[in-house]
């Protein structure tokens, strides 16, 4: 099955999106037929990586299947980042056209990227204002499979540079089926979409998985407590998908009777600390079940069974995925022993776009490396011991230390620079920044904070910028990030 048909599982008169003013799954493949008219009149073709920056909203859901019914890739984009990383991942993906909800001022920060045309932009508003004659496009999934390229999702590289995940319609489709085999999902549900859709997680799980079983979903772009307390309630809400921190607010924010309607927490992208879970379950009698995944697994991975949950466990391998907990020769290592976990599966990713070698790495023996450590207990359920060496979760966002340490050695005066996670209670953590400046010159943070924000998402900047004389270093010169300790602790 192709990830577009997916739009067609549900009865035409069935809601699709709860909201102010209901969408049905008729209406949903009426504005999906309306969008892909459009863009196939703007251009837009087979095999092409079209751009997607949109906040959470029924139209982003057109959007995207609109693009990969015309055969073209996906390339969603995280409405966070800045004009320059946006510009980098145009660049990338060799993109000419992008639908957004607003106008972005692209072209300085294409031309520093050294392209020599812009990215035309597609602005929802008017797509959804244009009057078309309703056979502007051929039909959906003409000369289309199901190992054809389905999106390019972007993920932190450990270089500076973000890499493209490149997913077809198979890994998407087969993720969402075997998740649901694992935590069903029917026509009964009404699904809470507060994740954000540029992300795999939600995608796969709340949108694919939703669709392929005739549920219906509540999109909002909101993380305010009493906004999400009260779509849960107004439009019956019985599942939610979100990050520990969203979980952490509705423990202190939310009554236990706010929440009665529910039947599934699920939480993902960050590991969900012990006593959150605990005083989650004491107070609202039905616990969160956590699962694991990445973005080159389209995402999911793992998770637990909802009434057979260990704490601190990811849970066990869905159904159609394989997992190993290997050696650093890739041999396999029996229980409650530590090593790298390995997944394969159908919905692995094709690889990394335009680079075989970082594809090779980490596709090597026919084996995902996920470059996490972690064991298996003797009834198979998973323990992440550590996430990537240098990577920082924070409200479920990954920041890779490198991109932003990059960024701050442009800062006039720096010497050197090393960032690392510290402990927040509300975003999981946050970076924070250990520097030497060079002799006779002293850090200003606030304008080492400015210079950021041109060329950083707001999340990836550090909390906190804290001047040594100098970092720590082995005999070989390597800063030494384990011996900078957190700045409660200095």
Same mark, same amino acid.
């Given at each position: 099955m192709l990830v577009h048909q997916l739009i067609f599982q549900g009865r035409p008169d069935s809601i699709a999106f709860h909201g102010p003013a209901p969408v049905t799954y008729g209406q949903l493949q009426e504005q999906v037929a309306h969008y892909r008219n459009y863009l196939y009149q703007a251009g837009v073709r087979p095999g092409e990586n079209v751009g997607l920056l949109l906040r959470n909203s029924p139209a982003f859901v057109y959007a995207y299947m609109? %693009?990969?019914?015309? $055969?073209?890739?996906?390339?969603?984009?995280?409405?966070?980042?800045?004009?320059?990383?946006?510009?980098?991942?145009?660049?990338?993906?060799?993109?000419?056209?992008?639908?957004?909800?607003?106008?972005l001022d692209l072209a300085a920060p294409?031309?520093?990227?050294?392209? $020599?045309?812009?990215?035309a932009q597609h602005l929802a508003a008017a797509i959804e204002a244009a009057v078309l004659p309703a056979d502007a496009a051929p039909p959906a999934g003409e000369q289309l499979d199901e190992n054809r390229p389905c999106t390019i999702i972007y993920t932190s590289g450990t270089t500076g540079n973000p890499k493209g995940a490149v997913l077809t319609h198979k890994s998407l489709v087969s993720d969402a089926a075997c998740f649901s085999r694992a935590i069903p999902v029917s026509a009964?549900?009404?699904?809470?979409? %507060?994740l954000p859709l540029y992300h795999c997680l939600a995608l796969t799980c709340i949108i694919l998985s939703g669709f392929l079983h005739q549920a219906s979903v509540t999109i909002l772009d909101s993380l305010v407590p009493k906004e999400v307390i009260e779509a849960i309630k107004q439009y019956r809400v019985n599942v939610m998908y979100g990050v520990p921190s969203v979980y952490m607010l509705l423990l202190r924010t939310a009554a236990p009777a706010d929440l009665a309607g529910m039947r599934l927490f699920m939480s993902g992208g960050a590991s969900l600390p012990k006593q959150v879970a605990a005083d989650f379950a004491a107070k609202f009698g039905l616990g969160i079940t956590e699962g694991y995944g990445l973005s080159e697994?389209?995402?999911?991975?793992?998770?637990?069974?909802?009434?057979?949950?260990?704490l601190l466990s990811i849970g066990l391998p869905i159904p159609g995925v394989e997992v190993r907990i290997v050696d650093p020769d890739d041999n396999?290592?029996?229980s409650n022993q530590v090593g790298e976990l390995v997944v394969r599966g159908?919905?692995?990713?094709?690889?990394y776009h335009n680079l075989p070698a970082e594809t090779a790495r980490a596709l090597r023996g026919g084996w995902l490396h996920t470059g996490d450590l972690a064991y298996a207990d003797e009834e198979g359920y998973l323990f992440i011991v550590d996430r990537l060496k240098d990577m920082i979760i924070t409200h479920g966002e990954n920041i890779y230390p490198r991109e932003v340490e990059e960024q701050i050695y442009t800062f006039p005066g720096v010497a050197e620079a090393a960032v690392i996670g510290v402990a927040d209670k509300f975003r999981g953590q946050v970076a924070c920044a250990y520097l030497a400046m060079k002799d006779g010159q002293t850090l200003d943070p606030?304008?080492?904070?400015?210079?950021?924000?041109?060329?950083l998402a707001a999340y990836k900047i550090p909390r906190e910028f804290i001047q040594l004389d100098a970092l720590p270093k082995s005999q070989t010169g390597k800063i030494l990030k384990?011996?900078?300790?957190?700045?409660?602790?200095?």
């Open positions: 609109a %693009i990969v019914s015309l $055969g073209a890739v996906v390339v969603p984009i995280n409405y966070q980042l800045t004009p320059a990383e946006i510009a980098y991942i145009a660049k990338d993906a060799g993109m000419k056209n992008l639908v957004a909800g607003a106008a294409l031309r520093q990227q050294g392209c $020599g045309s812009q990215v009964a549900d009404n699904i809470l979409c %507060i697994a389209s995402p999911v991975v793992a998770t637990n069974p909802q009434f057979r949950a260990k396999p290592l029996p159908p919905n692995v990713m094709r690889g606030k304008a080492l904070k400015n210079h950021l924000r041109d060329r384990r011996l900078l300790l957190p700045p409660q602790d200095n």
